[in-house]
């Protein structure tokens, strides 16, 4: 059962897991005009789940010359489970996966929805076969596919109501705060995936991928991460102004969590030359973003919503 978990990243599904949950339970049902209710919510979490551990898996198959060499004593395919039976279990949590999403569209009569999980699926499968040897094109591609277990909330809102202007206000700062979080998310995740591509240099060499440190070096992609982190500490201070103004708990809470780790992360990117500090790196930015998704918690509970006035039209 170990080695099963650790093949479909378990820790990593948690997270998915978690930030659709406070989302949906936090941000939509309190503040918006939503036509999914919770068991279809289920169905929804269950399936983004189901994908991305099918995505997990094909990721592993594609990688197994790579990961020969990367990660010697972490290999799944070919020892804990043979090639075949990897692209079953692929196969049928994709499938399930899509059906689940699927149903909850067309339980809401949107059927279009069934496009979103399928378009999910395909461009984890494009990921792994291909897209991945296409310096920052592979990067920002899986970025945005974690992203979206956010965005695709925004398929079962409603639109705006015309039942007055106090709920359309809520249904923006819904929608603001995916779209904020969303943005978060896929800035850490693209500053996660070039650090394991550093960390990753000498297999993805010897199996022919074409990662940006293998063009441009580590030592240059260490200082394009660290400019992108510094880009996420003036996006996450423009935010902190615009919304945070006077939620005093919120705001050390993310100067804590996020703002000092960013800067430690910084200075730490800028002279690694290590496998094991590189891991550190990413274990550091997978943090700062489970901090960030907890903040949800932390505004809903001491800086309620409803104080927000200035973001009424």
Known sequence: MLKFLQLIRFPNLVMIALTQFLFFYYWIVPFDDCHIKSDLFLCVMIATIFIAAGGNIINDIFDVKTDRINKPNRMFIDTFISKKKAYLLYSFLTFVGIGLGSYAGFAINHSWVSLIFIGIAVLLFL??????????????????LVASSLFILIAFDKGHTTRGKHLVFFKDVALIAIYIYGTFAFWINLMRELVKDIEDVNGDYNAGINTLPIILGRNRVNKIVAVLAGLMICFILYITSAYLQGKTIT?????????????????????????????MLSLLLKLIMLFGILSTLIFYY???IDKLAFLLP
């Open 127 to 144: 990921y792994s076969s291909y897209l991945k040897g296409i310096p920052l094109v592979g990067n920002s591609v899986v970025s945005a």
């Open 251 to 279: 705001t050390i809470y993310v100067l804590i969590t996020i703002l000092l780790p960013l800067l430690y992360f910084i200075m730490k990117i800028w002279q690694a030359d290590s496998k094991r500090e590189y891991r």
């Open 302 to 304: 001491f800086d309620p």
